[in-house]
């Protein structure tokens, strides 16, 4: 456990940089940035699942004020279609293979097949209201058993880079001499991005180049799919995101929307502006697919586990293999020497799915941690103890070590401020009234991901000693600048407020985009970086100036401290950078700094590790579940900001409460549509639904993954969290829960 500097900016808890803008009001979003003679988008979707468009009619709408309507017949075509890729590796991260209104085929409902263009958005709307399209309709598969007969095992899943069958070991002969066998199979519904801001792109071109606005996880990422698709060089793709209202996933790649803008405004000769309505999120951004995932878990005579089968069966588009990734942490997170992992897919008429916070692991370790608790009432075995005896000290998988753990120092951290007692818990559930009160735990994990190519970042020390740091990444919530700001002041010992960050610019120096909890790592690593070669060029400034107090000290001897350098063991003598630049006339000091992450092969497992427990009150006659508080101990590596960690994970815990008791679309068969496309029927907790909330951190020292031992937050604190509440759900109630999320008729 490492324990921060005194002094030391990172760690310690900042307001965010961004607040007062978003809270005043003066932040602007993509869909508010001004530009001269816009043209407003407003996307037609297709209003049957499967099919041909046989005919569109688009008289009525131009002549109701539309300036233009696109469709398969107009619609230039993209130059290409690239691969379905993770965003974090650098290059183009299409949404899915499909493009839309490059033919007439309907392959899912809500599928764009016009857009319609107008000088106001109100015009916009009600002209594609007007336009008038005839099908040929076809059956729809978007529910799970409509096409189970017709599954199929893919070679691989997941962008083509994971193979749909994993082991290690041999599960049948653990099976076979098992004492204690758990088989348990889950369905989880489909779930739908719902940040507060609905993505929106706008685009502008000045010759041969294009500027692009647009609600992005990864500008860069945006910058590359949309040279692809237009078939440009990058260079001539400026991508903004100054600001955005979330992203959990849905907007890590880029949908057609996106795409779509700079198109338009290329055919049209004027600035393009689209923005997706809350109904077309449900169709535009990709999903949570619907999922089946079956756990065997075996176990010797004391309650070590001997062996562990996970099969996953979900629903992909017609045109992609895609599954989250849902059996890597449940296999990894217990040292289980036998381990089996199968993906099989169902086409269905849906987007290809895509990330959704804490992707894969979310769902994965709900079956695993229930499963987990179901071994331990056989046992009858506390549910602590028996996953502190089976945790995996190292890696089970590549038989590495942990590049840090502190998994254990969780658990008992978390079920210490809980107050769990296994004496209690083995007692049955308590009461209060007519609410049973039942305890629950799960555990929490999530891999260290890297990027695919070097994290870059640019400072520049002005002549006034103030730093402005730069970086092509952007905000999406996370408060990445804030951080980024204290990591820099670190480094050059340069006051939190004299510190400017910019960022939500391709312009500046490239960084991934901030996906599968890496933001945090990769960013402060580049800026890290880039502040360490400021520092050596200032010190040897000093060293080579006869003026200096610092000249022919040895270089070790110097610290950078409150704006200036000094002699580490004797803070008097030194001077202000001010002072330094000043004397050599300087009006600036500058230096791009570029971290290479670790080689993928590194003989280490990187995971980051955290418990959470929940304690639930059911009523026994009317099956309503109300969360009544929840407990997270987490170890993400270093903190870098106490108050933006803890409200991370206060998210995550959240959204598990949401996925547990909750979110779930409901397919309609009769014509493929998601029949709750709205915040009116597509529920989601708000204030009332929210238990009180124990947060803590263990920090673990990790040299290896990043310079600052950073290993990330974002979706840690949502995996464990569902799991933890429909554990204390079966204790409060007795009842076997296999439905998620678990409604009132499952415990009626």
Known sequence: MTATVPDSLVGRGFDRVDGRAKITGAARYTAEVPLQGIAHAVLVGARI?????????????????????????NLPKVTAV???????YGGPAPGQTFFPMQDNTIHYYGQPIAVVLADTFEAAQQAAELVDVRYDRREAVIRLDDGRAAQYQPDQIFCGLVPAVQARGDFEAAARAAAHTVDATF?????????????????????????????????????????AYLGMSPSNVRVIAHYVGGGFGGKAMMWP?????????????????VVLNREQMFYGTGLREEQ?????????????????????????????????LSLSVAGQAYGIPNWEGRYRLVRGNTMTPTFMRGPGEASGMVAMECAVEEMADQLGMDPVALRLRNHAVIDPESGHPWSSDGYAACVRQAAQRFGWSAEQRRAGPGRSGNWLIGWGMGTAGYPVYQPGQPQRAHVRLLADGSLIVQAGTQDFGTGVATTMAQVAGDVLGIPFERIRVDIGDTDYPNIAAAVGSMGAGIISAAVHTACEDLRGQLIGLALADSGSPLHDHAVDKIEARDGALRLRLDPFVGEEYSELLSRNHLIDLDAIGAWYPPAQDMPYGCMSFGAQFAEVAVDADLGLVRVRRMVGAFAPGRVLNAKLARSQVLGGLNWGLSQALMEGSIGDPRDGRWSNASLLEYLLPVNADAPEVDISFVEVEDSVVNPLGVKGLGELGMV?????????????????????????????
């Open 187 to 227: 369905h989880f519904a489909a779930n739908h991005h719902n940040p507060i801001e609905c993505s929106a792109t706008a685009a502008e071109w000045d010759g041969d180049t294009v500027t692009i606005y647009d609600a992005t996880q990864g500008v860069t990422a945006t910058q590359a799919t949309v040279a």
């Open 292 to 324: 089946e995932q079956r756990v065997t878990l075996t176990a010797d005579a004391d309650g070590t586990f001997t062996g562990l089968r996970h099969h996953k069966l979900s629903v992909t588009s017609t045109f992609d293999d895609w599954a989250e």
């Open 257 to 273: 929307h996106v795409t779509l803008a700079p198109m338009l405004a290329r055919e049209l000769g004027r600035p393009v502006k």
């Open 49 to 73: 699942g499967s099919g041909t468009v046989v005919s569109i009619d688009t008289s009525a709408a131009l002549a109701a004020g539309a300036v233009a309507v696109y469709t398969h017949e």
């Open 82 to 88: 690239p691969p379905v890729f993770p965003s974090a």
């Open 720 to 748: 464990g969290a569902a799991a933890a509440i429909v554990n204390a759900i079966r204790h409060a109630t007795g009842k076997t829960l296999r439905e998620i999320p678990v409604r009132i008729e499952h415990l009626l």
